[in-house]
């Protein structure tokens, strides 16, 4: 069975940084590609960011270019968003996914396990 844990969300001002983790178990983490998503009150899921099966290749949503930044740690079976220039307009609650193509995806439909997600606050 697979796993995703998700951390480091929590409350910040506008203008701040959140590492976001996800931890992930029961599947081959190195052979997959990742992603993250996130849904704020009332909207539709948003993808965030996705990165393919060696970190070699990354892709972002266009709400998020040049201010955060996806990575991985393949011996640790993690994921990492690295948050920058946090905006009140990012808040929302933060899941990864898993997906069974080893190269960047950016729908939701293509990410087969889903971790329950971490709050993400921004203050103005």
């Known amino acids: 069975q697979v796993h995703l844990v998700e951390s480091g969300g929590g409350l910040v001002q506008a203008g701040g940084s959140l590492r976001l983790s996800c931890a992930t178990s029961g599947r081959t983490f190195g052979s997959y590609a990742m992603g993250w998503f996130r849904q704020a009150p009332g909207k539709e899921r948003e993808f965030v960011a996705a990165?393919?099966?060696?970190?070699?290749?990354?892709y972002y949503g266009d709400s998020v270019k040049g201010r955060f930044t996806i990575s991985r740690d393949n011996a640790k079976n993690t994921v990492y968003l690295q948050m920058n220039s946090l905006r009140p307009e990012d808040t929302a609650v933060y899941s990864c996914a898993t997906t069974s193509y080893t190269r960047v995806v950016s729908t939701t439909g293509e990410y087969d396990y889903w971790g329950q997600g971490t709050q993400v606050t921004v203050s103005s």
């Open positions: 990165i393919n099966w060696s970190g070699s290749s990354t």
